[in-house]
């Protein structure tokens, strides 16, 4: 799944819903159909739980923005993490 555009987790962050731009199947380690508007959701100690596959350092890099600027005069705060891409099991994915 890629590029996140909507995102809810309830206030005491247990229940969470995602929806992205686009998703790939994978299928024999590769990328195959393509999936257009897809959502993932689940439980939130469930789903880190079922964490199983992390990528390495080459695979590591900047996501979000990287800072936001808000204030007279300009202040700047480093808002963007660092992640590679990580494998998760048993995740229930939809279409809109």
Same mark, same amino acid.
């Given at each position: 799944?890629?590029?996140?555009? &909507?995102? &809810?987790?309830?206030?005491?962050?247990?229940?969470?819903?995602?929806?992205?731009?686009?998703?790939?199947?994978?299928?024999?380690?590769?990328?195959?159909?393509?999936?257009?508007?897809?959502?993932?959701?689940?439980?939130?100690?469930?789903?880190?739980? &079922?964490?199983?596959?992390?990528?390495?350092?080459?695979?590591?890099?900047?996501?979000?923005?990287?800072?936001? %600027?808000? %204030?007279?005069?300009?202040?700047?705060?480093?808002?963007?993490?660092?992640?590679?891409?990580?494998?998760?099991?048993?995740?229930?994915?939809?279409?809109?």
């Amino acid at each position: 799944m890629d590029t996140n555009q &909507s995102w &809810s987790i309830d206030d005491k962050r247990v229940n969470f819903q995602f929806g992205c731009e686009i998703a790939w199947r994978i299928k024999d380690g590769r990328l195959t159909n393509v999936y257009r508007n897809p959502t993932y959701t689940g439980i939130t100690t469930e789903f880190w739980g &079922s964490c199983d596959a992390v990528g390495g350092p080459d695979a590591w890099t900047v996501w979000g923005t990287p800072n936001c %600027g808000k %204030g007279q005069p300009m202040q700047v705060a480093r808002v963007g993490h660092g992640t590679p891409p990580a494998r998760f099991r048993n995740v229930r994915v939809g279409v809109r």
